[in-house]
């Protein structure tokens, strides 16, 4: 359990009052993010949230949430417990990301982005087609579906 992850899903991290930000920056045209729309906060413990760290070079930490960076490698502190979700989990992620759906959509994986070590969006496609983006994280050695948005 050493692996960062994005709160990108609303599940995790609720709460955290730059959640929609962390999660909305990556959706943004670049010109936007450039406007300093969904822009990082200035620090979460400034307003009693928490950090979440990912491996900025390898010897520094950096908030997905925040601007602050520090040294070591916080990202490898264990996930805490309740974060992790319920269930046995999956092998792979296009197999979590499709637990979700019913039967009778007939879901398929399209493909999977991979965004970390250990977060990937699994593009799955229905019958009819109604394209989304399911986001899934390891914990382990096992996939969980995290969430998911409209392509
Ligand atoms: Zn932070």
């Given at each position: 359990?050493?692996?960062a992850?994005?709160?990108?899903?609303?599940?995790?991290?609720?709460?955290?009052?730059?959640?929609?930000?962390?999660?909305l920056?990556?959706?943004?045209?670049?010109?936007l993010?450039?406007l300093?729309?969904?822009?990082?906060?200035?620090d979460?413990?400034?307003?009693?949230?928490?950090?979440?760290?990912?491996n900025?070079?390898?010897?520094?930490?950096?908030?997905y949430?925040?601007?602050?960076v520090?040294?070591?490698?916080h990202?490898?502190?264990?996930?805490?417990?309740?974060?992790?979700p319920s269930?046995?989990?999956?092998?792979t992620?296009?197999?979590?990301?499709?637990?979700?759906?019913?039967?009778?959509?007939?879901?398929?994986?399209?493909?999977?982005?991979?965004?970390?070590?250990?977060?990937?969006?699994?593009?799955?496609?229905t019958?009819?087609?109604?394209?989304?983006?399911?986001?899934?994280r390891?914990?382990?050695?096992?996939?969980y579906?995290?969430?998911?948005?409209?392509?």
């Open positions: 359990m050493n692996d992850w994005i709160a990108a899903d609303g599940r995790l991290d609720r709460g955290h009052p730059y959640r929609w930000r962390t999660w920056r990556p959706r943004l045209p670049k010109w993010v450039e300093g729309v969904a822009r990082k906060g200035r979460c413990e400034a307003v009693n949230a928490w950090h979440r760290w990912y900025r070079d390898d010897a520094n930490s950096a908030c949430h925040c601007q602050i520090e040294p070591g490698r990202w490898e502190v264990p996930v805490d417990t309740e974060l992790v269930g046995a989990g999956f092998v992620p296009g197999e979590a990301a499709l637990e979700s759906f019913p039967k009778a959509a007939h879901a398929r994986v399209l493909w999977v982005e991979s965004v970390e070590d250990a977060f990937v969006l699994v593009h799955v496609d019958d009819p087609s109604h394209p989304m983006r399911v986001f899934c390891r914990f382990g050695d096992r996939w579906e995290m969430g998911d948005s409209v392509e």
